[in-house]
Nanobody, 128 residues
Framework: QVQLVESGGGLVQAGGSLRLSCAASGRTFSTYAMGWVRQAPGKEREFVASISWSARNTYYADSVKGRFTISRDNAKNTVNLQMNSLKPEDTAVYYC?????????????????????WGQGTQVTVSS
């Protein structure tokens, strides 16, 4: 199992940047594909980005492609989400998530339902 704790959320103006971090604890973190999923008030969970456990492959939702970058540092047990050119529609609670069934180093997951472990979330608010 893995425990996840997000940080870095806050209030930012449209067009600004924010960097989210996720600290993970667990003996098998380095072999888990990781992802970020967000949920806006009154809406369903929305996949944002995924990164394979080797960090050699990433996948992004169309809505954030070109603006967000996911990265990981397995030595430090962290995964990050750099968010640039933020828009009001990016406002949501952002969750760090892990897939505990990853079998290949290049696998990414682009559905929220494919993740097994979740953090508590961190609020991101983008003002216009």
């Amino acid at each position: 199992q893995v425990q996840l704790v997000e940080s870095g959320g806050g209030l930012v103006q449209a067009g600004g940047s924010l960097r989210l971090s996720c600290a993970a604890s667990g003996r098998t973190f380095s072999t888990y594909a990781m992802g970020w999923v967000r949920q806006a008030p009154g809406k369903e969970r929305e996949f944002v980005a995924s990164i394979s456990w080797s960090a050699r492959n990433t996948y992004y939702a169309d809505s954030v492609k070109g603006r967000f970058t996911i990265s990981r540092d397995n030595a430090k047990n962290t995964v990050n989400l750099q968010m640039n050119s933020l828009k009001p529609e990016d406002t949501a609670v952002y969750y760090c998530a892990a897939n505990g069934r990853t079998r290949h180093s290049l696998t990414v997951y682009y559905r929220a339902q494919e993740y097994d472990y979740w953090g508590q979330g961190t609020q991101v608010t983008v003002s216009s």
